[in-house]
């Protein structure tokens, strides 16, 4: 899977799985357009990849302003000449009884993990569009799109409408050789993995929890030219976690 001189665009690329996904680009090649609303957090993966040998650029974005979309898109192909991948990583839960919740915390969800990537995938395109190779997006949601806990109404239907969204976008891009995907992880511990748990583990057929290395992989397949044929997919990553049957004991 070559990288190489590709313009690859993060959001929310300054913590978790976003700054993982970051890494193996920039290990691969590519040019990193990092994109986050927490300056200082973008600001330090940058650094981190440009004392790794990386090329890279990071461009402080509120994912719920339009303007600013268009903004980093626009950076990034000034910056890099075109742009060949998208990730539309941002995102955030509000986890409240649905009789207490605001609809400005429903909103505020809403605009930041589902618009975001409406207008992230539009902006993206129109440069896409331009390249001899068309272009791939990978929107990343959650396993909640599929199954849930109590108090997490916002957080499902805004990765659930990913998922929709991903198949329709796939659609309408596909005139333009731009592949369309999703990625619905499990759990990933972006904290510290080491005070996890054997139970935390065995929870999952894999016998472990998840990485942002391990999303990291499964978008460098996803964003492959040579995997072109694969589009309008979720591709589930949760060592099985959804597939387990568990009672208690």
């Known amino acids: 899977m070559g990288f190489l001189n590709k313009t690859v665009v993060i959001t929310g690329a300054g913590n978790g799985i976003g700054k993982g996904i970051a890494e193996l680009y920039a290990e691969k090649g590519a040019h990193v357009v990092l994109a986050d609303i927490d300056e200082k957090a973008g600001k330090q993966t940058a650094a981190m990849i440009q004392a790794q040998g990386g090329e890279t650029v990071f461009v402080p974005v509120d994912v ?117 995907n999703a990625i619905s992880p499990g759990w990933i511990e972006t904290g510290d993995y080491e005070k ?29 030219k040579e995997n072109d044929f694969v589009t309008g997919i979720n591709l589930v990553v949760d060592g099985g976690m959804t597939r387990k049957m568990m009672y208690e004991e």
């Open 64 to 180: 719920r302003k339009e303007a600013d979309i268009v903004h980093l898109m626009k950076t990034a192909e000034q910056t890099y000449g075109q742009i060949d991948i998208l990730i539309n990583n941002a995102g955030k839960g509000v986890w409240k009884s649905l009789y207490d919740i605001t609809i400005e915390e429903w909103d505020d969800v809403i605009q930041t993990n589902l618009r975001s990537v409406f207008l992230g995938s539009r902006e993206a395109a129109k440069y896409m569009c331009t390249n001899k190779d068309g272009g791939a997006i990978v929107n990343i949601a959650s396993t909640r799109a599929i199954m849930s806990e109590p108090n997490s109404e916002t957080y499902a239907a805004s990765k659930g409408g990913i998922i929709a969204l991903t198949h329709a976008l796939a659609a309408s891009l596909s005139d333009d050789y731009i592949t369309v």
């Open 196 to 224: 996890l748990t054997r139970i935390d583990h065995e929870q999952h057929f894999s016998k472990r929890v998840g990485k942002p290395s391990d999303i990291a992989r499964a978008c460098l397949y996803l964003t492959a």
